[in-house]
């Protein structure tokens, strides 16, 4: 038992929150939520290979990327994952903010590359596992055991919580239905720690 005091592993808390058509969406229990590293905002419109992003998040060479749109769900700032734009990111820009992507994606300014990682699909551009770059949760906030399952599930209203492993400050949650087919990205979540009693 810890002693009093004791700060926790990193502790991820939330409720999926929103208003209008999308609250019932967001507030459904059972859906699953997939933290995962880092991706990056699409700082200018872009056809080509290059892309400028808002800080290059945790985004390496090898990693795949796919396109995400943002959309409003009553104040809650989600992505749509879009299938159809997957990427491989081929070079990252050490002195500015921008990566090279193959193939060549139509980007528009306020977008999010969701990090997908080295995705082990046989065709990540076409159909990606989703498992290059999660980040797993753990089971118990002062042991640093992984929990049995790579996901959370919310309860009643959204609401959700778990610990990540030691040194995760910020991740991109993607929450799924409770049968695993991604919905929505929640990205740039901040990850706290609590005063365990």
């Known amino acids: 038992m810890a002693e009093s005091g004791y700060i926790s592993y990193p502790c991820l808390e939330g409720t999926l929150v929103g208003s209008g ?15 995962f590293h880092l991706g990056a905002r699409v700082r200018a419109t872009s056809t080509g290979t290059a892309v400028s992003v808002n800080g290059k998040g945790q985004l390496a ?5 796919m396109a995400c749109r943002e959309v409003d769900y009553g104040g809650s700032p989600l992505y749509v994952p879009d299938t159809g734009r997957v990427a491989l990111v081929t070079a990252v820009d050490g002195s500015d903010d921008a990566i ?18 080295q995705d082990s699909a046989d065709t990540p551009l076409l159909a990606p596992e ?16 992984d929990a049995e399952l790579d996901y959370v599930l919310t309860g009643q ?28 990205l929640w990205p740039c979540r901040r990850v706290g720690a609590e005063i365990l009693p």
Do not use: M
């Not at 060479?61 to 990327?65: A, F, G, K, L």
């Not at 980007?107 to 990682?117: A, D, K, P, R, S």
């Not at 989703?130 to 118990?140: A, E, Q």
């Not at 609401?159 to 087919?181: K, N, Q």
């Open 21 to 35: 058509p999308g609250q019932g969406l967001l507030s459904q229990p059972h859906q699953r939520i997939y933290p």
């Open 61 to 65: 060479v090898s990693d795949y990327v």
């Open 100 to 117: 090279t992507i193959s193939p060549a994606l139509e980007l528009e300014e306020g977008e999010w590359l969701f990090n997908l990682g």
């Open 130 to 145: 989703y498992d290059g770059s999660r980040v797993k949760p753990l089971d118990d906030p002062t042991t640093g055991t």
């Open 157 to 184: 209203g959204g609401w959700f919580r778990c610990w990540l492993p030691d040194g995760t400050v910020v991740v991109d949650l993607l929450v799924a239905s409770t049968s695993g087919v991604p919905r929505y």
